[in-house]
């Protein structure tokens, strides 16, 4: 282990279940815990929509850490309001994407600019030498890469090294996350043995700024509401209409109006934000040999990876690939076998056959494939 005992480490604590238990385990190691409650949207704005299932960053949540935080006497606590840039960084990104016609990954950019951006600034102005959270991943030095370097956690259905392939690489020096070798059922055994009041707290769902999860209400609110339009085959013929190009998402299926009935399996191929119209195919169509993608982040030499194993959703399988860098901040990805449903929007994660994150892109444009 890394991490000297006695040293200062701030914690991320959300007042759910996993940022609690890695309080505890923390403390079991030795350091001195410093807990870090983001608020990222108004109190208000859940008293005006309230949540339908568990989210972050609710009032409730800030009441939850602070009582797990007396409860487990850390040495400090502290709450930091990040309402402006929170809006000009997430909520405006996420509202810009749906405008342009593609699908925005909201976790992935809040990581990036808060929760291991924002949070190791505030590490360094209070003297704490790390940076911890409840996430299910792994910060392990790499003999072959000479470096620390972020690798699944052991617990496969939560491992979440998918939603941290953004943050800065020269802040992974100062991350230790106890949770990445450990299962969630583990940790809510944890959580009952220490009689924690969020032992069996749901696990937060959704968009943290989106109490209802009615995503299609968040944007007709924020001007971004394109109206019915029009439904295209391939060949351009019109053979619908839908509610609006901003409700839909490449692969999607539900939610398309035929004029009559389509005996095929048809899933939204391509979205058109200025003619506010969907293309749809037929399910063999969706599947796509290549990716491009752009804002490239890497962790480590990228002019030495080739050969990857792909992610380009947060629950999709990885599949194995070839990375072809176009310049610094272009690559495109070749996949041994067809993927379905690439969606420009979301972010290709690329890792080595052993697990470890080498980095992501954001995904701009699927299906072309490069001439060997």
Same mark, same amino acid.
Do not use: W
């Given at each position: 282990? $890394?991490?000297?005992?006695?040293?200062?480490?701030?914690?991320?604590?959300?007042?759910?279940?996993?940022?609690?238990?890695?309080?505890?385990?923390?403390?079991?190691?030795?350091?001195?815990?410093?807990?870090?409650?983001?608020?990222?949207?108004?109190?208000?704005?859940?008293?005006?929509?309230?949540?339908?299932?568990?989210?972050?960053?609710?009032?409730?949540?800030?009441?939850?850490?602070?009582?797990?935080?007396?409860?487990?006497?850390?040495?400090?606590?502290?709450?930091?309001?990040?309402?402006?840039?929170?809006?000009?960084?997430?909520?405006? #990104?996420?509202?810009?994407?749906?405008?342009?016609?593609?699908?925005?990954?909201?976790?992935?950019?809040?990581? $990036?600019?808060?929760? !291991?951006? %924002?949070?190791?600034?505030?590490?360094?102005?209070?003297?704490?030498?790390?940076?911890?959270?409840?996430?299910?991943?792994?910060?392990?030095?790499?003999?072959?890469?000479?470096? !620390?370097?972020? $690798?699944?956690?052991?617990?496969?259905?939560?491992?979440?090294? #998918?939603?941290?392939?953004?943050?800065?690489?020269?802040?992974?020096?100062?991350?230790?996350?106890?949770?990445?070798?450990?299962?969630?059922?583990?940790?809510?055994?944890?959580?009952?043995?220490?009689?924690?009041?969020?032992?069996?707290?749901?696990?937060?769902?959704?968009?943290?700024?989106?109490?209802?999860?009615?995503?299609?209400?968040?944007?007709?609110?924020?001007?971004?509401?394109?109206?019915?339009?029009?439904?295209?085959?391939?060949?351009?013929?019109?053979?619908?209409?839908?509610?609006?190009?901003?409700?839909?998402?490449?692969?999607?299926?539900?939610?398309?109006?035929?004029?009559?009935?389509?005996?095929?399996?048809?899933?939204?191929?391509?979205?058109?934000?200025?003619?506010?119209?969907?293309?749809?195919?037929?399910?063999?169509?969706?599947? !796509?040999?290549?990716?491009?993608?752009?804002?490239?982040?890497?962790?480590?030499?990228?002019?030495?990876?080739?050969?990857?194993?792909?992610?380009?959703?947060? %629950?999709?399988?990885? %599949?194995?690939?070839?990375?072809?860098? $176009?310049?610094?901040?272009?690559?495109?990805?070749?996949?041994?076998?067809?993927?379905?449903?690439?969606?420009?929007?979301?972010?290709?994660?690329?890792?080595?056959?052993?697990?470890?994150?080498?980095?992501?892109?954001?995904?701009?444009?699927?299906?072309?494939? %490069?001439?060997?």
């Amino acid at each position: 282990m $890394r991490l000297l005992n006695k040293d200062k480490i701030l914690l991320l604590m959300s007042g759910g279940v996993d940022s609690s238990v890695a309080a505890y385990l923390l403390k079991e190691e030795g350091y001195d815990v410093v807990g870090l409650h983001f608020k990222t949207v108004p109190d208000n704005f859940f008293e005006a929509t309230p949540e339908k299932n568990k989210i972050c960053c609710s009032p409730s949540d800030t009441y939850d850490a602070q009582n797990v935080a007396k409860q487990l006497n850390l040495s400090d606590f502290f709450i930091v309001e990040v309402h402006e840039d929170f809006r000009k960084k997430v909520i405006d #990104y996420f509202l810009n994407s749906y405008k342009i016609g593609i699908t925005p990954n909201p976790c992935v950019v809040c990581n $990036r600019y808060f929760k !291991f951006g %924002k949070a190791v600034e505030i590490a360094k102005e209070i003297g704490a030498k790390y940076v911890s959270s409840g996430h299910y991943v792994i910060n392990e030095y790499s003999e072959h890469y000479n470096a !620390f370097l972020l $690798r699944h956690g052991v617990d496969s259905y939560k491992d979440q090294s #998918y939603f941290l392939s953004q943050i800065h690489k020269e802040y992974l020096n100062f991350l230790y996350f106890p949770l990445g070798k450990l299962f969630k059922s583990q940790i809510r055994e944890i959580a009952a043995s220490l009689n924690l009041t969020v032992a069996n707290k749901p696990d937060s769902q959704e968009i943290c700024f989106i109490p209802d999860e009615n995503s299609y209400r968040f944007l007709r609110e924020n001007s971004v509401d394109p109206g019915e339009g029009k439904i295209l085959d391939l060949n351009g013929k019109v053979i619908g209409k839908h509610k609006g190009y901003t409700f839909y998402t490449i692969g999607q299926r539900n939610g398309l109006l035929f004029d009559k009935a389509i005996n095929q399996r048809l899933h939204v191929y391509s979205i058109d934000p200025i003619n506010n119209t969907l293309v749809v195919a037929p399910t063999e169509k969706l599947y !796509f040999r290549s990716l491009i993608a752009n804002n490239l982040n890497f962790f480590t030499e990228k002019n030495s990876i080739k050969n990857i194993v792909c992610r380009i959703r947060k %629950k999709s399988e990885e %599949k194995k690939a070839s990375i072809f860098f $176009r310049n610094d901040d272009t690559a495109e990805v070749v996949f041994e076998e067809p993927i379905f449903a690439i969606t420009p929007g979301q972010f290709a994660v690329f890792y080595d056959y052993d697990g470890f994150l080498l980095g992501s892109g954001e995904i701009i444009k699927y299906g072309e494939v %490069k001439n060997e």
